[in-house]
Nanobody
Framework: QVQLVESGGGLVQAGASLRLSCVAARTFGTYAMGWFRQVPGKEREFVAAISGGGSVTYYADSVKGRFTISRDNGKNRVYLQMNSLKPEDTAVYYC????????????????WGQGTQVTVSS
């Protein structure tokens, strides 16, 4: 089992940046890692994903060019650098781990963190 803990969320103004971090409680270099987000009343949506070795990344169209996913397997961490934040980026952001090559669907992931709130004011 892989335990995941997110951090780095907060309240920022539009245009600002935040970096989310997710730490795994065990070595996770063989797992793809993803970031998803969810607002009340809506389904959890894909944001970004990175392969186990870090060579392959995917982004939702809504964040492409503004968000960057990266990982440090030596520290069991995955990051989501979020720049040029918009009010519509407001959501709870979740980190997920899974043994998957697809990486962009919720069902691709077996383990989830508890989430961290990101609020972007206009």
């Amino acid at each position: 089992q892989v335990q995941l803990v997110e951090s780095g969320g907060g309240l920022v103004q539009a245009g600002a940046s935040l970096r989310l971090s997710c730490v795994a409680a065990r070595t996770f270099g063989t797992y793809a890692m993803g970031w998803f987000r969810q607002v009340p009343g809506k389904e959890r949506e894909f944001v970004a994903a990175i392969s186990g070795g870090g060579s392959v990344t995917y982004y939702a169209d809504s964040v492409k060019g503004r968000f960057t996913i990266s990982r440090d397997n030596g520290k069991n961490r995955v990051y989501l650098q979020m720049n040029s934040l918009k009010p519509e980026d407001t959501a709870v952001y979740y980190c997920a781990a899974g043994r998957t090559a697809t990486m962009r669907r919720r069902n691709d992931y077996d383990y989830w963190g508890q989430g961290t709130q990101v609020t972007v004011s206009s």
